[in-house]
């Protein structure tokens, strides 16, 4: 007959268990299947313009100039202006994504000098495809998808302004070509979704972008980032 284990045994026992069940318990009943709840309203008074999340190079990491052997000058590239405003009165979901091409180009052309500085060479940004949709009341696109030619002409089939209360959606589908003194780089497929309102909220697919699809939403947290404000 084995003897009663001590009252010290247990507690240490009961101790080593505990920790182990409560860190499980989470994951072990909650259903994985159930996405987190996530809202896709944007309300731009709940957002700090005075806090953008972009690339911003120093001047003076980029004002040198190196020299060829035949005595031409090797000039590093410049810092690109981000866009302040929409490109035209009107309003559209073509302007909407005019500006939208227009900021990918500077945020990109603005992080490889961030990275980089004076030893930036060459920039490349080719869009390949692109859509924009207005946003409605309930926070969905309204299925008025434009595609590349409404989009160049300004047409929205009645829809809605592009900097009013609900915004548009804007996916952009691009390759990126950089140099370097050190290395030449392309990327593929790139896709950056942007919300375009009061406020402009960006996001980057982390795969291989076939199409030009508003995922992932920059209206969700997990996902978007503030870059700039037109209000």
Known sequence: MRPPRSRRSLLAT????????????EAWFDDPETPAETSTTVTPESYDCSDLSRPEPRPEATSSASTFEDGSAEQSLEPLEYPSTLPDAETTTGAATQYAIEFEQ???????????????????????????SPIGAD???NGNVTDASSEETGETNGTESATGSNGTLVSLVYNLTTETTDDNHTKWAVRAVYYVGEVVLRAVYGGVATDPTFDPDPREQTHGELVACLR
């Open 14 to 25: 009961v101790a080593a268990v505990v920790p182990f069940t409560a860190g499980c318990s």
């Open 106 to 132: 500077a945020y990109r052309q603005n992080a490889l000098l961030v990275e980089y500085g004076e030893a930036t060479r060459a920039f490349d940004l080719s869009v390949t495809d692109r859509q924009s």
């Open 139 to 141: 926070g969905e696109t």
